[in-house]
């Protein structure tokens, strides 16, 4: 029913920046809440950015604020993760997540891009 697909992913050192797109198909995208997560080895999921269907601003994590920034495009239906300062406690596989709008638990998810920072 909706299709997302994560891209950007990378190896970068530790201060530099990368920047995630997620893709979305399949369904009206400005209907849907979207969520950045990230999986660590051994580590719980945690969610780290996310935009509610109506817009406005993100909301982040205390881990990431400051140093990401969210952003969605309705028109093209994507969202982005600009990550910056990149320190090596943020390596993680990085998910993008939706949900529709009256729903509180994220149903539809991407593939995983990993994200890997060096010291």
């Known amino acids: 029913q909706v299709q997302l697909v994560e891209s950007g992913g990378g190896l970068v050192q530790a201060g530099g920046s990368l920047r995630l797109s997620c893709a979305a198909s399949g369904r009206i995208f400005s209907s849907l809440d979207i969520g950045w997560f990230r999986q660590a080895p051994g580590k719980e999921r945690e969610l780290v950015a996310a935009?509610?269907?109506?817009?406005?601003?993100?909301d982040y994590a205390d881990s990431v604020k400051g140093r990401f920034t969210m952003s969605r495009d309705n028109a093209k239906n994507t969202a982005a993760l600009r990550m910056n300062s990149l320190k090596p406690e943020d390596t993680a596989v990085y998910y993008c997540?939706?949900?529709?709008?009256?729903?509180?638990?994220?149903?539809?998810w991407g593939q995983g891009t990993q994200v890997t920072v060096s010291s």
């Open positions: 997540a939706a949900r529709n709008r009256i729903l509180t638990t994220y149903t539809y």
């Open positions: 935009i509610r269907w109506s817009g406005g601003s993100a």
